[in-house]
């Protein structure tokens, strides 16, 4: 099983991106996935997750500027990130809760990260 994001990059405050991230392998079911990022010299930390019903939860510092949603049929999760600012620079991790086949056992998955560089 793999999580393979795409979509991070060099914007300028005020600007927008939109970063993807696609479960591919061999798994049951795929449960909540979410967006997590870690800047220099910080911990990681939770943006906003998803569950696989579409329930949402954001940071409180990128509500109602940062939107998650998924697309079930394709194993994948978005995020689309509007009035961006320099301190949303980070590596965002993509992370997945999948229930494997053989075991029917929840497993937690981390995608490589993407880096989102926002310039003032």
């Known amino acids: 099983v793999q999580l393979v994001e795409s979509g991070g990059g060099l914007v300028q405050a005020g600007g927008s991106l939109r970063v993807s991230c696609t479960a591919s392998?061999?798994?049951?079911?795929?449960?909540?996935m979410g967006w997590y990022r870690q800047a220099p010299g910080k911990q990681r930390e939770l943006v906003a997750r998803i569950t696989s019903g579409g329930s949402t939860d954001y940071a409180d510092s990128v509500k109602g500027r940062f939107t998650i949603s998924r697309d079930n049929a394709k194993n994948t999760v978005y995020l689309q990130m509007n009035g961006l600012k320099p301190e949303d620079t980070a590596v965002y991790y993509c992370?997945?809760?999948?229930?494997?086949?053989?075991?029917?056992?929840?497993?937690?998955?981390w995608g490589q990260g993407t880096q989102v560089t926002v310039s003032s």
């Open positions: 392998g061999s798994f049951f079911s795929l449960n909540a």
């Open positions: 992370n997945a809760v999948l229930i494997l086949i053989d075991t029917m056992t929840a497993i937690d998955y």
